[in-house]
């Protein structure tokens, strides 16, 4: 356990960069799954095609291979960016699949009756999606949103063992190889440095998924 | 009522709300369509769609095109192998944490419990390169991880039987083991058979995740052949969509175990009928 207390700035600062990721990666991908979600449900086919092929393509993708796409095959596109936004462009793309499908379930599990309510008393599409469907869809899609959430905080580690560097990844990496501590102690604190994201974030959304529950 | 649709958000348009929709729908293709063009475009002045890059992947009568897919496909071929090792290996295990799980004393369940919850809170990732740095043999390196998630996924298939099964099984008589064996399991078993197929889906795709310990399953072997190809475009195109079809057949075969398992339950519940 030595280890880990003489390098206690270095485990803090890639816990710290671990974090960073995560809170890029959760940003962007609900922004960008949101934009996916809706363009499933959307009235026009052709949105709905692209939407299916976006969620069908990445969802069934390694994140790897998408992280490499990004990192290798957009240089040759005349992109230019460092490791660090590829690495989370990748992220927010291979997530907003999924974050775009939990959503749609949630939209699809607000009961019929509701919607046939909300276009009976007048309202129009826009109105009965923000004022009825809207407000009972975010309480249905916080379970699935939230494994989906959790999937997306351990996927941060790929992002970062795929050469962000300063993260918890790189941090072992760079003790066990090129410092030549032994293996357990380090890998133990970078998987207690992962626990510590994705334990209280599992928490969090437990609480959140019993503050919004609705009984029906 | 909207059969064109599949959706219950908006009803059968009229003709003002067709004609705005088709507008829409016209606009929307438009849209999609320009940013493929420019994707397509900007492909093209890159160079990109120059014949070099694409026919060691694509021409068969390409000189390296022989020696290239014998390399991708040895390598999808241990991309499977270790997916359905994962993937049976860690069924039986957490078969086994599973029976356990249901059968032990409250302080081994306890336990369990905890393991499990760790388990699950840990990126694969780091779980492959702990086994990799920390068991020097290699072999075992693939997952640790999956036993536990389906053990979890058999917990969750069992807990969501109605209880009066086990209630039932007890009543005639059978042993504890007994019941778990020939009621719950069974039972179990179909419920999360689609979970399972999914989680071959998942395997696979965290395969790839053998590059950091530079194992070469596909992903990594695409990587060494851009070295010499220099075509990463095309390579991870074509690679991706290896993985995409596989998985896609893989989520649609789920699909449909999933649709026959709820019908036959269907039918199971009005035996009399």
């Not at chain 1, 095609?49 to 992280?67: A, E, I, K, Q």
């Not at chain 1, 509701?114 to 276009?119: D, F, K, P, T």
């Not at chain 1, 009976?120 to 309480?139: C, E, H, K």
Request: glycine content about 10%; proline content about 5%.
């Amino acid at each position: 356990m030595n280890v880990i207390l003489e390098n206690l700035d270095l485990f803090a600062g890639g816990y710290w960069r671990s974090v960073q990721i995560c809170l890029f990666g959760l940003i962007g991908s609900l922004l960008l799954g949101a934009v996916v979600a809706a363009s499933r449900v959307s009235p026009w086919p052709s949105l709905r095609l692209g939407g299916t092929s976006w969620v069908t393509v990445l969802r069934n993708c390694p994140l790897t291979v998408v992280l490499f796409f990004c990192a290798f095959g957009l240089p040759e596109l005349g992109i230019r960016g460092s490791y660090w936004t590829f690495g989370i462009l990748g992220l927010v793309l291979y997530t907003s699949a999924f974050v775009g499908e939990a959503i749609r379930a949630g939209v699809n599990a607000v009961p019929t009756g509701q919607i046939e309510a909300a276009r009976s008393i007048g309202l129009t599409f826009t109105q009965s999606l923000r004022l009825v469907i809207g407000p009972q869809a975010v309480r249905s899609v916080v379970p699935p949103l939230g494994s989906v959430v959790i999937g997306m905080l351990k996927n941060s580690a790929i992002v970062g063992a795929f050469g962000v560097g300063g993260d918890l990844f790189s941090v072992s990496d760079r003790l066990t190889s090129a410092q030549g501590y032994p293996a357990l102690p380090v890998l133990l604190g970078v998987l207690a440095g992962y626990l510590a994201i994705t334990l209280p974030a599992g928490a969090v959304i437990a609480v959140l998924e019993r503050r919004v529950a609705i009984l029906r | 009522m909207s059969t064109m649709t599949d959706t219950p958000l908006y009803d059968v348009p009229g003709p003002r709300a067709r004609r705005r929709a088709r507008i829409g729908n016209l606009v929307a293709a438009a849209g999609l369509l320009l940013v493929a063009g420019l994707a397509a475009a900007r492909l093209g002045r890159q160079g990109q769609w120059d014949s070099r890059l694409w026919s060691p992947l694509l021409n068969p009568g390409d000189a390296v095109f022989a020696r290239v897919w014998d390399l991708l496909g040895q390598a999808l071929g241990r991309t499977l192998l270790a997916a359905s090792l994962a993937i049976s290996l860690s069924l039986a295990i957490g078969v086994a944490l599973c029976v356990a799980r249901l059968t032990a004393g409250r302080w081994w369940r306890a336990v369990i419990g905890a393991v499990v919850q760790v388990l699950r809170g840990a990126p694969v990732v780091i779980m492959i390169y702990l086994s990799a740095r920390v068991l020097p043999e290699y072999g075992v390196q693939l997952d640790g991880l999956w036993y536990v998630v389906i053990g979890e996924i058999l917990r969750s298939g069992i807990a969501a039987l109605p209880r009066g099964q086990g209630e039932a099984a007890a009543a005639i008589g059978l042993t504890r083991g007994q019941t778990l064996r020939t009621v719950l399991l069974p039972q179990a078993f179909r419920m999360m058979l689609p979970a399972l197929i999914s989680q071959i889906v998942v395997a696979l795709k965290d395969t790839s995740l053998g590059f950091v310990i530079q194992w070469q399953e596909t992903v990594r072997t695409a990587n060494l052949l851009i070295q010499t190809l220099h075509n990463p475009i095309q390579m991870f195109l074509v690679v991706g969509a290896i993985f995409v079809l596989i998985n896609h057949l893989l989520g649609r075969l789920a699909h449909r175990v999933e649709g026959r398992l709820s019908r036959s339950r269907v039918r199971t519940a009005h035996p009399g009928a």
